[in-house]
């Protein structure tokens, strides 16, 4: 396994991530099985586990706590938070109060002293970036995280930051983790370059398109699957859909998977450290293996430009985050009697 560096921050990891969010109740149930799965990923040279607080209500992490165990030194340690914990109303977001109590969790869970990287999963509009990053900061100072990032920030959120942090002398965020496949490249208009050029480190995730990048899911055909039924408006895209017919035959062309072309395209922008893959099975992690050593030559990467143009979406990016000057109508509209020119 080749290491690359983590943006600026001098940790080196493995161009695969292993995503822990199947390890539990939201995918798999057996914890030892899982551990196989790490362990067998470790052993590949993956060094990268990314995990966060809210996978399986904490399960995720407990699983992984477990099987680093007697192997913590040789692993890049993420995690993340953001997301509702209970019903209590500050059991959430970005707060330093949530801050401060969710590290301690994370870092109970995980059975570890620090993190080697802590994220902020999703935007807080609730709250102003310079209290979270204050509070990160003393996370931080206090030894119990290396490194900060963010994960689904738009690209202006994230030079915001980068200014806050430099005009209150804060620690920044060294990291983005923003949703990149072949299906969705709209991060290549504006998020990857402004992460070079603040230095940052990126690591991907969905790299297969929410399984539509597996070759299991065609156009005109029904399968009918537990990740089908929760987005069905996602597996019936046409425009995803006929995207994927064309990528079919680019494989089988090239003699390679569907899944080892959408990987080996993930990790082959110069704005990409790390992809992340998400095994749910020892097969699947297995697959996913093999296809590590597959480099893509300009040939392959410019049909598949002609199939998916460069920083755009092949359909609705249905995982990336909504701001709220796009989600929420009232921000999008007049009042009806301040709608006219005249």
Same mark, same amino acid.
């Given at each position: 396994?080749?290491?690359?560096?983590?943006?600026?921050?001098?940790?080196?990891?493995?161009?695969?991530?292993?995503?822990?969010?199947?390890?539990?109740?939201?995918?798999?149930?057996?914890?030892?099985?899982?551990?196989?799965?790490?362990?067998?990923?470790?052993?590949?040279?993956?060094?990268?586990?990314?995990?966060?607080?809210?996978?399986?209500?904490?399960?995720?992490?407990?699983?992984?706590?477990?099987?680093?165990?007697?192997?913590?030194?040789?692993?890049?340690?993420?995690?993340?938070?953001?997301?509702?914990?209970?019903?209590?109303?500050?059991?959430?977001?970005?707060?330093?109060?949530?801050?401060?109590?969710?590290?301690?969790?994370?870092?109970?869970?995980?059975?570890?002293?620090?993190?080697?990287?802590?994220?902020?999963?999703?935007?807080?509009?609730?709250?102003?970036?310079?209290?979270?990053?204050?509070? #990160?900061? =003393? !996370?931080?100072?206090?030894?119990? $995280?290396?490194?900060?990032?963010?994960?689904?920030?738009?690209?202006? +959120? %994230? @030079?915001?930051?980068?200014?806050?942090?430099?005009?209150?002398?804060?620690?920044?965020?060294?990291?983005?983790?923003?949703?990149?496949?072949?299906?969705?490249?709209?991060?290549?208009?504006?998020?990857?370059?402004?992460?070079?050029?603040?230095?940052?480190?990126?690591?991907?995730?969905?790299?297969?398109?929410?399984?539509?990048?597996?070759?299991?899911?065609?156009?005109?055909?029904?399968?009918?699957?537990?990740?089908?039924?929760?987005?069905?408006?996602?597996?019936?895209?046409?425009?995803?859909?006929?995207?994927?017919?064309?990528?079919?035959?680019?494989?089988?062309?090239?003699?390679?998977?569907?899944?080892?072309?959408?990987?080996?395209?993930?990790?082959?922008?110069?704005?990409?450290?790390?992809?992340?893959?998400?095994?749910?099975?020892?097969?699947? #992690?297995? =697959? !996913?293996?093999?296809?590590?050593? $597959?480099?893509?030559?300009?040939?392959?990467?410019?049909?598949?430009? +002609? %199939? @998916?143009?460069?920083?755009?979406?092949?359909?609705?990016?249905?995982?990336?985050?909504?701001?709220?000057?796009?989600?929420?109508?009232?921000?999008?509209?007049?009042?009806?009697?301040?709608?006219?020119?005249?």
């Amino acid at each position: 396994m080749k290491y690359r560096t983590l943006g600026r921050t001098g940790m080196r990891v493995s161009p695969y991530a292993l995503g822990a969010m199947m390890f539990g109740a939201m995918g798999n149930p057996d914890h030892d099985d899982s551990t196989r799965i790490i362990h067998r990923a470790l052993d590949a040279g993956v060094n990268f586990v990314d995990t966060a607080d809210v996978y399986s209500r904490g399960e995720s992490e407990e699983v992984v706590g477990k099987a680093l165990k007697g192997r913590r030194d040789g692993v890049v340690l993420a995690s993340k938070l953001h997301y509702p914990m209970s019903d209590g109303p500050n059991h959430q977001g970005n707060s330093r109060r949530w801050i401060v109590t969710a590290v301690e969790n994370s870092l109970r869970r995980l059975r570890t002293d620090h993190l080697d990287l802590y994220q902020i999963h999703r935007p807080d509009p609730t709250v102003d970036v310079e209290e979270t990053l204050s509070a #990160l900061s =003393d !996370l931080i100072h206090s030894g119990k $995280v290396r490194a900060v990032g963010a994960s689904g920030f738009p690209a202006s +959120e %994230i @030079v915001e930051a980068q200014w806050v942090a430099e005009r209150r002398g804060l620690e920044r965020f060294r990291t983005e983790q923003p949703p990149y496949s072949i299906l969705n490249r709209s991060i290549e208009r504006e998020i990857l370059p402004v992460c070079q050029r603040y230095g940052m480190g990126t690591l991907v995730w969905s790299p297969l398109g929410q399984g539509l990048l597996t070759g299991r899911y065609r156009k005109g055909r029904h399968t009918d699957t537990h990740r089908s039924s929760a987005m069905p408006q996602h597996f019936a895209d046409e425009r995803k859909l006929a995207a994927v017919e064309q990528l079919i035959p680019l494989a089988e062309k090239v003699g390679m998977p569907m899944t080892h072309l959408a990987m080996a395209f993930a990790i082959a922008h110069p704005g990409v450290t790390s992809a992340i893959i998400g095994p749910r099975t020892m097969e699947q #992690l297995d =697959d !996913l293996l093999a296809g590590a050593d $597959v480099t893509l030559d300009d040939e392959i990467l410019d049909r598949i430009d +002609e %199939i @998916v143009p460069p920083g755009t979406d092949a359909g609705p990016n249905d995982v990336a985050y909504t701001p709220p000057a796009i989600a929420t109508v009232s921000q999008r509209r007049r009042s009806v009697a301040e709608r006219s020119a005249a």
